[in-house]
């Protein structure tokens, strides 16, 4: 919470978490009314198998009704799987059906990015356009 309230002191007035899981300190915060700034927040997810079963529970229950202005689930982010995060980039094998389910369940996605490799990567993913 001390993130919140430094950024708020320097003129932000939304934060992302994404993936970090703080979504519970959050929480507690808004329920007291004490949120510093408004929380936006990402599930991230390293799902390793095929059938994404981490990442279709997530997008199954959305916590609807959790939060409000202040705090909000917004999407899945900063993965919808393991990602290759160092040496080579290579899309993770389950990577365009992740990418799909979070698509057909109309949830946000945002990838975490630190090279153009990377860039292209999530660029050129075959998902289906809304």
Do not use: C
């Not at 993130?3 to 003129?11: E, F, I, N, Q, T």
């Not at 700034?37 to 529970?57: G, K, Y």
């Not at 202005?69 to 917004?74: A, E, F, K, P």
């Amino acid at each position: 919470m001390d993130a919140l309230a430094y950024s708020a002191s320097v003129g932000f007035t939304t934060d992302l978490d994404m993936g970090a899981h703080m979504h519970d300190a959050g929480l507690a915060r808004h329920w007291q009314k004490k949120m510093a700034a408004r929380l936006r927040v990402f599930f991230l997810s390293m799902d390793t198998q095929p059938t994404i079963p981490l990442l279709s529970e997530r997008l199954h229950n959305p916590l609807d009704g959790v939060g409000g202005d202040m705090l909000r689930i917004s999407g899945i982010g900063e993965f919808a799987t393991v990602w290759p995060l160092f040496g080579k980039v290579t899309p993770p094998p389950n990577y365009e059906a992740a990418l799909r389910a979070v698509a057909k369940a109309g949830w946000p996605f945002q990838q975490h990015s630190l090279s153009l490799a990377e860039d292209q990567l999530t660029a050129g993913a075959s998902i289906p356009r809304r």
